[in-house]
């Protein structure tokens, strides 16, 4: 079935860039997203990309996406410690009847 | 304005206990969702309903029960949990359901203890 991955940890210093990865694998996927979760709190949507988009960049973020590797990266600049959070990486899956299909999470920790 | 509210935003109850979460949504959005989340993991799809209508019940057992009273209301009523229903329950909307461009927000969840 469909199916999307992400590395579980990723640890930068203060000030670095951090790339968080993700691999789907339903190539009918129009839009993938970004979703941080910070302690105790919900899921905040941070950004999407339309799949006939190579990149989308709003702000510190920039996001890629290679459609024919099916791979797509969230890319933070001048990490800062409020950036500490799980990431998820998610996908509309057309053949999964439109259902978000979401990532395990990537776990960010910044260190000061 | 992307707000989904839930209440409460803790909750305690007893295996015996019937209780219920509530989630608004002022977006014009026509569909809402439930999922559970347990630590460490993603959220999990429970139920969607679309213009107020069940469209999808992802086998939830029947002590979970929702109800849409309304394009802006979504409850799920509680009813003979078990321990393991201990999870963080969230709500979300997004302005339609079962085509590609449907954008899901989320509400800062419900957590759910069952004692």
């Known amino acids: 079935g469909e199916d999307v991955e992400q590395s579980l940890f990723l640890s930068v210093r203060e000030g670095d860039s951090s790339v968080i990865n993700c691999t789907y694998t339903d190539s009918s996927s129009t839009y993938l997203y970004w979703y941080k979760q910070e302690p105790g709190a919900g899921l905040q949507l941070l950004t999407y990309i339309f799949s006939n988009m190579d990149m989308k960049q709003d702000q510190r973020l920039t996001v890629l996406l290679n459609k024919k590797d099916k791979h797509l990266s969230l890319r933070i600049a001048d990490t800062q410690t409020g950036d500490s959070a799980i990431y998820f990486c998610a996908e509309i899956s057309g053949t999964g009847g439109f259902k978000t299909i979401f990532g395990a999470g990537t776990r960010l920790f910044v260190k000061a | 304005d992307t707000e989904v509210t839930q209440t409460p935003k803790h909750l305690v109850m007893g295996m015996t206990n019937k209780k219920s979460l509530k989630c608004e949504q002022h977006?014009?959005?026509?569909?809402m969702y439930w999922y559970k989340q347990k630590a460490k993991k993603p959220p999990e799809l429970m139920f969607v309903?679309?213009?107020?209508?069940l469209s999808i019940n992802e086998s939830v057992p029947s002590r979970f029960s929702p109800e849409c009273p309304n394009s802006s209301l979504l409850n799920l009523h509680l009813h003979a949990l078990q321990p393991e229903d201990s999870a963080l329950y969230l709500c979300?909307?997004?302005?339609?359901w079962g085509a590609g461009g449907n954008t899901i927000y989320f509400g800062e969840g419900s957590w759910l203890t069952v004692v």
């Open positions: 979300a909307s997004s302005q339609d």
């Open positions: 977006m014009g959005h026509r569909a």
């Open positions: 309903y679309s213009y107020e209508k």
